[in-house]
């Protein structure tokens, strides 16, 4: 098959499937894959040639099919709290809300730096929380809170269901007046899911 | 139908709706119309109307189902209940639950399943109208509906049909040839990797005849290529250097 030259400077855009040139003359990069010695395009990009370095990639103008990574930073809500670990529905990858649903767990040894006895002080069902993926073993998404900009960001009374309120170090039912526990992350209350 | 089966090619040779033997109907496509799915395609092919929309890669429940080392694609191919003259009854039917395999058994070659293992990823395509051809027409859609999710892909995949209506080899059949004529062809193609991923045969053909038929259909596939990449760089390509 041969590449037509007029494809041969960056930035042009390219569809999956089409050709960038051969492994003779360039390495393939992300966003490209290699099929009987010619590169092609793998995603809706702008080629990027780099012809110092003899690389070929695509920088991809669609942001789509995202799935948790080790270190992605993920939103989900909490739907089952045992002791030592919790389950989250994660509905958000970055920036990107997914239209199905990912489940993440949360071990009580993730949660803090310090020691933390009872999962059920860090998070409660139906609560909105921020966490990272560290892990994909055993077929799950394995999260942790450990940083102050992670952790519980709405969290709902488990008494009347009302959005509760920053308290000191806790938090309080606005309704109901009840005090709770969580982990909460630093922009608890204000953050944008 | 009103039209009345007398001659489908007249004596200048030109089909019911003067179409030239190899000749598409004309074609409108149209990439992320739906703002819900994660990617979707429409495209109008004479008077077939599909809808096509991309769910996914998602967990797959139950999650038994899942595959430990590739993605799970599922396809559903359903016809509106007004999208033929007879109303259509919203059950998927045998022919439905048949298309759905094929649609996804052409456009599966494509993607790169294996980069999202234990995950699925859901393809709806629905009829509006019906008018022939629908299942080429719905594996164009579904394959442009798929790249404007974002999945990586080796390819787009088109699709064309030929088939023989009165002794001729004619290209894009409708409803009326399509029921009529003696033969089609569906042919799905990866047009930059020149790979067939369908290739049925319905009805009666010489050998002679049937390597005439897939050759034009491949050609339609390549005419349909053009317009798929021009709707995907409308919508990228132009929207990006407004936001610029
Ligand atoms: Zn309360």
Redesign the pocket.
Same mark, same amino acid.
């Given at each position: 098959m041969s590449v037509q030259s007029s494809k041969r400077n960056s930035g042009q855009p390219v569809l999956p499937g089409e050709p960038l040139g051969v492994i003779e003359e360039f390495v393939p990069d992300a966003g490209t894959y290699v099929k009987d010695g010619v590169i092609h395009s793998k995603i809706v990009g702008r080629s990027l040639l780099d012809l110092l370095n003899k690389r070929v990639s695509v920088f991809p103008l669609v942001h789509g099919a995202r799935v948790p990574k080790v270190g992605s930073i993920v939103i989900g809500q909490v739907s089952n709290v045992q002791t030592q670990i919790a389950t989250v529905r994660i509905f958000k990858i970055g920036k990107k809300l997914l239209s199905g649903f990912f489940t993440g767990l949360l071990h009580v040894s993730d949660v803090h730096l310090r020691f933390v006895e009872s999962m059920f002080d860090i998070c409660k069902p139906g609560d909105i929380i921020r966490a990272k993926v560290i892990s994909e073993k055993n077929r799950a998404y394995h999260l942790t809170t450990k940083d102050k900009s992670l952790g519980v960001v709405y969290a709902f009374?488990s008494? *009347?269901?009302?959005v509760l309120e920053l308290k000191g170090r806790g938090l309080r *039912?606005p309704? *109901?007046g009840?005090i709770e526990k969580r982990k909460t992350a630093i922009d608890y209350g204000i953050g944008i899911i | 139908m009103s039209q009345k089966t007398e001659k489908l090619i007249d004596k200048k040779g030109l089909r019911l709706d003067g179409r030239k033997p190899d000749e598409l109907r004309p074609i409108k496509i149209e990439v992320g119309v739906l703002s819900n799915a994660d990617g979707s395609a429409y495209i109008e092919q004479g008077k077939n109307k599909i809808l096509a929309a991309v769910y996914g890669p998602k967990e797959l429940h139950p999650k038994h189902m899942a595959l430990p080392d590739r993605m799970v694609l599922r396809c559903r191919y359903h016809m509106a209940p007004f999208s033929v003259q007879e109303r259509k009854s919203p059950a998927p039917s045998r022919r439905e639950i048949e298309l759905s395999k094929v649609i996804r058994e052409a456009i599966e070659p494509a993607i790169f399943v294996e980069y999202y293992p234990r995950t699925a990823i859901d393809v709806f395509v629905e009829v509006l109208q019906a008018d022939g051809s629908t299942r080429c027409t719905s594996i164009t859609a579904a394959s442009l509906a798929l790249a404007d999710a974002g999945v990586p892909m080796r390819d787009l995949v088109v699709a064309c049909s030929a088939g023989k209506v009165e002794d001729t080899i004619v290209l894009d059949l409708m409803d009326a040839e399509d029921k009529v004529g003696s033969a089609d062809v569906p042919v799905a193609y990866m047009p930059n990797l020149g790979v067939i991923t369908l290739l049925q045969m319905d009805g009666i053909l010489t050998p002679e005849e049937f390597e005439k038929a897939v050759n034009l259909a491949i050609e339609g596939c390549k005419k349909i290529y053009a317009l798929q990449k021009e709707a995907l760089k409308a919508k990228y390509v132009s929207v990006k250097e407004v936001e610029e």
């Open positions: 009374c008494q *009347c269901g009302e *039912c309704r *109901c009840k | -």
